[in-house]
């Protein structure tokens, strides 16, 4: 008898939990909502962010801000959503530098992609690009590997920070070319982009979002794009793959939300995005960065929760096949 009122009381309570919830989610979302993104402004996540968030706001009738919070390659970011409460007002524009490369690359990476999070949707992709200054004396990727091979770590190649997928894919250029480069990691994209344009180092893996006005205005050169195929807003700039075949490396995007987020909250945050994501307009700025919005990673909860898993195994494989080192 005592088993079976302890076994109502836990029904009643659960009951009274999930009544709570729904209504909680009834009149969601009734004050803006935080959308954080774990690198400075005008990056790729940040343009990502920004794109979908104006949009989503028109849809749900509520503000969307997005709120830049930088450090250990988006790991302090994701690491105060976690902390959040889990009601939908603060959510994360993630990508596979957060979710699947760095809790890898930091010993002290206190998240766990998998359970803390509450996947809401894929957002689309960037293909990444190899971009030079253009007094660089190679004009192709084959000429950079023949000028690497010649002189083992002098070419000096930046990126948006350690951990990032620009660095994670240039580790693989590397050691599928059997060069050495040497890395100088920045605080952003934006702040390399800014050197590189300036002659202040010769060479970077940057984001094509990131990168495209000064690609336009011809003060970087694009030697190779990272996607399987020639990206659609630069046609006349080659992939890696023309020369290292079967090579490919991009930067996706992702909403989450900390875990335990209700699941009415987290569809209507989905159907939100992916409304916003349908419209014209939105495909048309996408288009212009050099984004793609439909991928591999879905458009329910469900998909990119398997597509997160499925790229935590494949970068930590990349990881450890360059033998990149994990760092404090």
């Known amino acids: ?38 690198f400075g402004a005008g990056g790729s996540t940040d343009v990502a962010a920004r794109l979908i968030a104006q949009r989503m706001s028109e849809v749900l009738g509520q503000s969307i801000l ?18 959040s409460p889990p009601d939908g007002y603060t959510l994360m524009m993630a990508s ?12 002290k990476a206190t998240i766990d992609p998998v359970k803390d999070f509450a996947p809401i949707v894929y957002c689309g992709a960037s293909p990444l690009v190899l971009v030079v200054h253009p007094s660089f004396p190679a004009h192709t990727t084959a000429e950079m590997i023949a000028m690497a091979k010649a002189q083992p770590g002098k070419i000096i190649f930046g990126t948006g920070g350690v951990g990032t997928t620009p660095h994670i894919a240039s580790e693989m250029f590397q050691f599928d070319a059997g060069i050495k480069m040497s890395h100088v990691p920045y605080r952003g994209e934006a702040g390399a982009i800014n050197d590189l344009v300036a002659g202040q180092i010769p060479a970077m893996f940057a984001n094509l979002s990131a990168v495209g006005g000064q690609l ?91 597509y997160i898993k499925a790229e935590i195994a494949k970068w930590a494989k990349v990881i450890d096949d360059a033998r990149i080192q994990p760092m404090d």
């Open 96 to 107: 596979q530098t957060v979710l699947a490369v760095a809790p890898k690359l930091y010993r």
């Open 216 to 306: 336009a205005g011809g003060t970087v050169r694009g030697l190779a794009v990272t996607s399987p195929q020639r990206a659609p807003s630069a046609p006349d700039i080659p992939t890696v793959a023309e020369t290292l075949p079967g090579f490919a490396a991009d930067t996706w995007f992702g909403i989450v939300a900390p875990a335990g987020t209700p699941r009415p909250v987290i569809d209507k945050l989905n159907a939100a995005a992916r409304k916003a994501l349908a419209d014209p307009d939105t495909k048309k700025r996408y288009a212009e960065v050099g984004m793609t919005i439909s991928g591999p990673g879905g458009s329910t909860p469900e998909e990119l929760d398997t």
């Open 66 to 83: 997005v709120e830049n919070r930088t450090g250990a390659s988006g790991l302090l970011a994701a690491e105060d959503v976690i902390k």
């Open 1 to 38: 008898m005592k088993a079976l009122r302890v076994l109502f009381a836990g029904a009643l309570i659960f009951a009274a939990a999930q009544n709570f919830a729904r209504a909680q989610s009834s009149d969601f979302p009734n004050h803006p909502i935080k959308l954080v993104v774990g």
